[in-house]
């Protein structure tokens, strides 16, 4: 018997709909109502008959049954009762054609959530009824069925091109020729429709749309001109796709299509305009043939510099006026995020501020210039250069966007054209410094951040007087620049420093006091959001100069008012955060210097951290004493990791008041990888630190990181195992045979990523041979047994690594094994004499002598010279480094 509502409920759930939309409701009372419902089982076909069939109501009250039935079936599809999933089914798929586009758009939302629940192939009613209406030339109903279509496009597209039971084609053939055929559509909702729907398809690029490119081109060269700029804005996004996933269909058309993008970027509508000039990047990026692009620069050039300009409504324009008085909106605090701890991934930082903001044709324009530097370096200068130095010229109040532009352009050049810009770049950086205190605060603020992009040149030249002036007068720029009343200034000021103190480093020594002055005093301006870019130029300086900041002068100035504000800040303020990584900065310049602010530090990190699991562990997140974030337990770990590294042993006093040990082991099995991250950093920190402390634990520990050097995980989340990687070799250092249940199951795991270096990252296989040196070290005996799987890429590994400690350890653990099992040495000895000529200068006297002897015994070992034979395959460079080792 078919399923018919009860009049009953039908007007409960209508009523209760009808005040869930009405704007003076209390939305909270009437949405757990609308919950209560959900435990009746035909819940979902009241709402589904009500925006199906309720012409009597408003479109409002339907939309709103058509969203909540679309948000239940998302979680509860799959376990509702097949005759009911039937019955939706049944009652969306006349509304494709509903008469009111707000019907229409919303059955296509709730259509691509039952196709993502229950497969293409579950619903075949769906493919004959779309096609029915792209072919029915009624316009609701080809409307409907495309809108539809794009949403299964935008969210599911792999599903259009699978196989269905039945069928002697996939559905994406059954599409595409219709979706072609409506580019020629006078309707521009169905052009639009259309186009949006193949551009889906165009990064997923299935043999469907491959094997019908032509047919696309075509059709996207007749749409290029169309009078609506949403659908150009179409084909210029799908022509950036194609050129960065499929460019050779592009090829015996680019010179047109260069031009046709050439044309857009100057289209009236900004959205054209944009979506044109990311084809200029996606070009440069693809790496293809850039003689072709050559001859246009110099028409590209002056367009992607007059884009640069901000335009009248850029929301900037209105931000650049607020002084620091104003306080900050929520919206003005952008979204941050730490990066985990890892032992040697420095090159994994990204520090890309911009990501969160508001892209536009400004910033496009700007990109596009910088990567066009990267590809054709100096060949840029002669067009562009005149054009900056006419808008530098400018001096009227109304043109200063187009002297904001010519600095932009400047900074974004900086690297690209650095060979041609060098002989100019004192005049360049000379002639900048005065921007810093022009009246607009929009040019002060870029001058700022161009400045920062020559901070190297800047600092190379203070070897010299006029180089040493120039950095003093830009240092002292940017520091008054700090303090600028403007908040963007600020901003820009504050970030421009960090860069600058990053490439100043010892540098900065003479200058400590005037630097905390600046910063310490802008403590006291700043509003939230620059305060998170002030604790980074803060921690920036302590990592620039280290040890140097170890003096009371220095800390009475650094540390009241970051104590201050540590105490006013709750354990579940994001503001934390960047507070936390001063600190750990400050932690790790001051070492033991830090100890007297330690234990408060350290009792705040621990306290953090078990509140947060705690929360993690709740049954009800709503009944924590917080909310869990598991930000809060990654920062504090890092910060504990920096107290580890600065106070070194004096660390295990204040970790044997606590229960970090038992924490810590919970967090090194944690399921969020940043989390566990984070957590092994500690553990070798510790195991250098106060290895002690670990003991009671250590097998517990041992085994909780070589779990996470399973080759699955490891390709998932390399740099989890690459600091359980560097973790268990601290451990071995400080534990020695303590280790060898492990080891086997260690080696186990790290031949394979020696043997197959290339597809790992290089600090994750420096680590593996490192760690594999130190197992062999304490454990010779063991590792030994199998050297002949993994001696000759072991040896590979090493010989990339720099001289330090940590090369020290592996290589007695190559002594250590070689002496085992000298025979299993034999077959890449070459590659052993290769690594051991890798050193520049072994600093211990003790590892000299063992490689000696190892050399020495091999040499002794091999007859009918099969020695020399070892020696004529070494460079000459290598041989002759082997005469430091008395062979």
């Given at each position: 018997?078919?399923?018919?509502?009860?009049?009953?409920?039908?007007?409960?759930?209508?009523?209760?709909?009808?005040?869930?939309?009405?704007?003076?409701?209390?939305?909270?009372?009437?949405?757990?109502?609308?919950?209560?419902?959900?435990?009746?089982?035909?819940?979902?076909?009241?709402?589904?008959?009500?925006?199906?069939?309720?012409?009597?109501?408003?479109?409002?009250?339907?939309?709103?049954?058509?969203?909540?039935?679309?948000?239940?079936?998302?979680?509860?599809?799959?376990?509702?009762?097949?005759?009911?999933?039937?019955?939706?089914?049944?009652?969306?798929?006349?509304?494709?054609?509903?008469?009111?586009?707000?019907?229409?758009?919303?059955?296509?939302?709730?259509?691509?959530?039952?196709?993502?629940?229950?497969?293409?192939?579950?619903?075949?009613?769906?493919?004959?009824?779309?096609?029915?209406?792209?072919?029915?030339?009624?316009?609701?109903?080809?409307?409907?069925?495309?809108?539809?279509?794009?949403?299964?496009?935008?969210?599911?597209?792999?599903?259009?091109?699978?196989?269905?039971?039945?069928?002697?084609?996939?559905?994406?053939?059954?599409?595409?020729?219709?979706?072609?055929?409506?580019?020629?559509?006078?309707?521009?909702?169905?052009?639009?429709?259309?186009?949006?729907?193949?551009?889906?398809?165009?990064?997923?690029?299935?043999?469907a749309l491959f094997m019908s490119m032509d047919q696309c081109l075509q059709g996207l060269f007749v749409l290029a001109h169309d009078p609506i700029a949403e659908i150009r804005k179409l084909v210029c996004a799908a022509f950036v796709q194609l050129v960065e996933v499929q460019p050779a269909v592009l090829e015996p058309h680019m010179r047109n299509i260069i031009e046709y993008m050439l044309q857009a970027n100057r289209d009236a509508d900004d959205e054209v305009a944009l979506e044109s000039c990311e084809f200029w990047s996606t070009y440069c990026e693809a790496q293809l043939d850039p003689e072709?692009?050559?001859?246009?620069?110099?028409?590209?050039?002056?367009?992607?510099?007059?884009?640069?300009?901000?335009?009248?409504?850029?929301?900037?324009?209105?931000?650049?006026?607020?002084?620091?008085?104003?306080?900050?909106?929520?919206?003005?605090?952008?979204?941050?995020?730490?990066?985990?701890?890892?032992?040697?991934?420095?090159?994994?930082?990204?520090?890309?501020?911009?990501?969160?903001?508001?892209?536009?044709?400004?910033?496009?324009?700007?990109?596009?210039?910088?990567?066009?530097?990267?590809?054709?370096?100096?060949?840029?200068?002669?067009?562009?250069?005149?054009?900056?130095?006419?808008?530098?010229?400018?001096?009227?109040?109304?043109?200063?966007?187009?002297?904001?532009?010519?600095?932009?352009?400047?900074?974004?050049?900086?690297?690209?054209?650095?060979?041609?810009?060098?002989?100019?770049?004192?005049?360049?950086?000379?002639?900048?410094?005065?921007?810093?205190?022009?009246?607009?605060?929009?040019?002060?603020?870029?001058?700022?951040?161009?400045?920062?992009?020559?901070?190297?040149?800047?600092?190379?030249?203070?070897?010299?007087?006029?180089?040493?002036?120039?950095?003093?007068?830009?240092?002292?720029?940017?520091?008054?620049?700090?303090?600028?009343?403007?908040?963007?200034?600020?901003?820009?000021?504050?970030?421009?420093?960090?860069?600058?103190?990053?490439?100043?480093?010892?540098?900065?020594?003479?200058?400590?006091?005037?630097?905390?002055?600046?910063l310490l005093c802008a403590f006291g301006r700043y509003q939230k959001r620059n305060l998170r870019i002030l604790y980074d130029a803060i921690g920036t300086l302590a990592d620039a100069v280290g040890g140097e900041l170890n003096q009371s002068r220095y800390l009475d100035i650094l540390m009241p008012p970051l104590i201050a504000k540590w105490q006013l800040v709750s354990n579940s303020d994001k503001d934390l955060f960047p507070l936390l990584e001063c600190f750990t900065s400050i932690a790790q310049a001051l070492g033991t210097g830090f100890s007297q602010f330690a234990e408060p530090v350290f009792?705040?990190?621990?306290?953090?951290?078990?509140?947060?699991?705690?929360?993690?562990?709740?049954?009800?997140?709503?009944?924590?004493?917080?909310?869990?974030?598991?930000?809060?337990?990654?920062?504090?770990?890092?910060?504990?990791?920096?107290?580890?590294?600065?106070?070194?042993?004096?660390?295990?006093?204040?970790?044997?008041?606590?229960?970090?040990?038992?924490?810590?082991?919970?967090?090194?099995?944690?399921?969020?990888?940043?989390?566990?991250?984070?957590?092994?950093?500690?553990?070798?920190?510790?195991?250098?630190?106060?290895?002690?402390?670990?003991?009671?634990?250590?097998?517990?520990?041992?085994?909780?990181?070589?779990?996470?050097?399973?080759?699955?995980?490891?390709?998932?989340?390399?740099?989890?195992?690459?600091?359980?990687?560097?973790?268990?070799?601290?451990?071995?250092?400080?534990?020695?045979?303590?280790?060898?249940?492990?080891?086997?199951?260690?080696?186990?795991?790290?031949?394979?990523?020696?043997?197959?270096?290339?597809?790992?990252?290089?600090?994750?296989?420096?680590?593996?041979?490192?760690?594999?040196?130190?197992?062999?070290?304490?454990?010779?005996?063991?590792?030994?047994?199998?050297?002949?799987?993994?001696?000759?890429?072991?040896?590979?590994?090493?010989?990339?690594?720099?001289?330090?400690?940590?090369?020290?350890?592996?290589?007695?653990?190559?002594?250590?094994?070689?002496?085992?099992?000298?025979?299993?040495?034999?077959?890449?000895?070459?590659?052993?004499?290769?690594?051991?000529?890798?050193?520049?200068?072994?600093?211990?006297?003790?590892?000299?002598?063992?490689?000696?002897?190892?050399?020495?015994?091999?040499?002794?070992?091999?007859?009918?010279?099969?020695?020399?034979?070892?020696?004529?395959?070494?460079?000459?460079?290598?041989?002759?480094?082997?005469?430091?080792?008395?062979?």
């Open positions: 018997m078919a399923w018919r509502p009860q009049e009953e409920g039908l007007g409960e759930i209508c009523g209760l709909l009808e005040q869930h939309i009405s704007p003076t409701s209390d939305k909270s009372v009437i949405w757990k109502q609308l919950q209560h419902y959900k435990q009746f089982s035909d819940f979902n076909n009241y709402l589904a008959f009500i925006f199906a069939h309720a012409e009597g109501k408003s479109v409002e009250i339907r939309q709103a049954a058509g969203l909540l039935l679309k948000n239940n079936l998302r979680s509860s599809f799959r376990t509702l009762d097949p005759a009911h999933q039937q019955y939706i089914k049944s009652e969306l798929l006349p509304c494709l054609g509903a008469a009111d586009k707000h019907i229409r758009s919303t059955v296509g939302t709730i259509i691509t959530v039952i196709v993502q629940q229950g497969r293409i192939f579950g619903w075949p009613e769906l493919l004959q009824a779309l096609v029915h209406c792209l072919d029915s030339n009624d316009l609701n109903l080809m409307e409907g069925a495309l809108a539809a279509l794009l949403k299964i496009c935008e969210d599911i597209p792999q599903e259009l091109d699978s196989e269905i039971p039945g069928l002697t084609e996939r559905p994406i053939d059954a599409f595409l020729p219709r979706l072609f055929q409506l580019f020629k559509s006078p309707h521009v909702s169905i052009r639009k429709l259309s186009l949006g729907s193949i551009n889906q398809f165009i990064i997923l690029m299935p043999t072709l692009l050559r001859e246009f620069l110099p028409h590209l050039i002056p367009v992607l510099l007059s884009n640069m300009a901000y335009a009248e409504d850029d929301e900037s324009l209105a931000d650049a006026e607020e002084d620091e008085s104003i306080p900050d909106r929520d919206q003005d605090l952008k979204p941050r995020f730490h990066s985990s701890r890892s032992h040697g991934l420095d090159d994994m930082k990204d520090d890309d501020d911009e990501a969160v903001n508001i892209w536009n044709l400004r910033k496009c324009s700007a990109a596009g210039l910088d990567i066009l530097s990267d590809v054709f370096g100096d060949e840029i200068l002669p067009t562009l250069m005149p054009l900056v130095q006419a808008k530098l010229s400018t001096s009227d109040a109304r043109s200063w966007k187009e002297r904001e532009a010519a600095v932009l352009a400047l900074g974004a050049i900086a690297e690209g054209c650095v060979r041609g810009l060098f002989p100019h770049l004192a005049e360049i950086v000379a002639f900048l410094i005065p921007l810093l205190d022009d009246k607009f605060p929009l040019i002060r603020s870029i001058t700022c951040w161009t400045l920062s992009r020559f901070s190297k040149f800047i600092v190379q030249g203070v070897g010299h007087q006029k180089g040493y002036d120039q950095f003093n007068r830009v240092l002292v720029g940017l520091l008054q620049r700090v303090l600028d009343t403007n908040k963007r200034v600020q901003e820009a000021a504050c970030s421009a420093f960090a860069t600058l103190e990053e490439e100043a480093a010892e540098e900065l020594t003479p200058h400590v006091a005037i630097i905390l002055q600046h009792q705040r990190c621990i306290s953090i951290i078990q509140s947060q699991l705690l929360a993690k562990a709740s049954v009800d997140p709503l009944s924590a004493a917080v909310q869990y974030d598991k930000e809060f337990i990654v920062c504090s770990l890092d910060l504990l990791s920096g107290l580890a590294e600065g106070l070194g042993s004096g660390i295990e006093s204040l970790a044997a008041q606590s229960n970090l040990r038992d924490l810590l082991l919970q967090c090194c099995m944690d399921d969020a990888s940043d989390v566990c991250q984070s957590a092994l950093a500690l553990l070798g920190d510790l195991a250098r630190a106060c290895p002690v402390y670990l003991h009671p634990r250590l097998s517990e520990f041992l085994n909780v990181a070589a779990r996470r050097l399973n080759p699955p995980e490891v390709k998932e989340t390399f740099s989890v195992a690459n600091n359980a990687c560097w973790a268990i070799g601290e451990l071995a250092v400080k534990a020695h045979k303590e280790v060898s249940p492990i080891v086997m199951t260690v080696v186990s795991c790290l031949a394979p990523i020696l043997q197959q270096a290339e597809g790992f990252n290089k600090s994750l296989v420096e680590n593996s041979a490192i760690t594999l040196g130190r197992l062999a070290w304490v454990c010779p005996e063991i590792v030994a047994l199998h050297m002949e799987h993994f001696m000759q890429s072991w040896c590979t590994a090493l010989s990339t690594i720099r001289d330090d400690i940590e090369k020290e350890d592996a290589f007695r653990g190559l002594c250590a094994t070689v002496r085992a099992n000298p025979s299993g040495a034999l077959s890449s000895l070459v590659h052993m004499c290769k690594a051991i000529a890798s050193w520049h200068h072994i600093r211990s006297e003790d590892l000299h002598n063992d490689i000696c002897q190892v050399l020495k015994g091999f040499k002794q070992m091999l007859n009918n010279g099969a020695w020399e034979q070892c020696m004529s395959a070494l460079e000459p460079p290598e041989k002759e480094k082997l005469l430091n080792y008395l062979i």
